[in-house]
């Protein structure tokens, strides 16, 4: 039997377990998916501990992301984001992968989301920011990155422009600002992700919905409540909406492709989560 799991501080409320064990009956795998919950600082321990104990793969999640980079070899990915959501520990030593970026990619690519050329705004610049960011800077002509903390922005902004300085065919114009520079970006935006925590548990939205229009493709990176106040008042301005759960969903497929070298069964992953939402 193969042991994949989640660690995490805390991880009692995660959506993983059914959804990948949703996946290996699905395939008729020998496999079961568990949680731990390692001590604050103990995220890059528990990578070596897992690997001793003979687990195959681990995802990660706050606050480890970064933590384990130094107990894996990152690959380009990764490295360049500075995060890691996925560990492969079959390997010495283990494969450090960052699926957060293709669950945002390939949650846009479900609902028919076309970025290429696109005027992208990211707002949040923190472990969901920094993803969304590497994300649609690959196919943008500009992005932009507002956040609260204005300084959290431009240095992720600084990031990205030096990691696609050299390997991407389109130049991106990447730019930074705080929560007011929304006014300016987001009117004549193509694509919106809201990366903060904001409309969690609440009926808050980071972004005022007279900014919001018809010719927006807006994801929420927040899945509780899965309509947030955000993406009613995108739907109300004609948007394309796309909410959280779609993004967890993704960045699961990306990681059981990679653990099991099969084809993950997606509406069967989907189905188990949103069970699990509801
Ligand atoms: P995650 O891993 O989910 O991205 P995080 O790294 O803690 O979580 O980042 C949270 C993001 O939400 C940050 O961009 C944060 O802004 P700051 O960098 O200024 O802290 C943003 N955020 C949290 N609460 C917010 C609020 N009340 N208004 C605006 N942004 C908020």
Partial sequence: MDVYGLIGNPVGHSLSPPMHEAAYEELG???????????????????TAAKSLGVAGLNVTVPFKQDVLEAVDPDDLAAEVGAVNTVDLRTDPPSGYNTDVAGV??????????REGASAVVVGAGGAGRAAAFALAESSVTLHIANRTAEKATSLAEAVRSSIGDDLDTPT????????????????????????????????????ADLLHGNLAV??????????????????????????AWMLLFQGVEAFERWTGEEA?????????REHLE
Avoid: K, W
Wanted: hydrophobic letters at 45%; proline letters at 7%.
């Fill in 219 to 244: 994801l929420d990176a927040v899945y509780a409540p899965l309509e947030t106040r955000l993406l009613r008042d995108a739907a109300a301005a004609g948007a394309t909406t796309v909410d959280g």
């Fill in 265 to 273: 069964p997606v509406a069967v992953m989907n189905e188990a989560l």
């Fill in 29 to 47: 795998l020998d496999a079961r998916y568990v949680t731990f919950e390692p001590a604050p600082d103990a995220g890059a321990e528990a990578v």
């Fill in 105 to 114: 990619q390939r949650a846009f690519d479900h609902h028919g989301v076309d």
């Fill in 173 to 208: 114009t990447v730019t930074a600002g705080g929560l007011d520079s929304l006014a300016e970006t987001v009117p004549t935006a193509d694509v919106l992700v809201n990366a903060t925590t904001v409309g969690m548990e609440s009926d808050e939205t980071p972004i005022p």
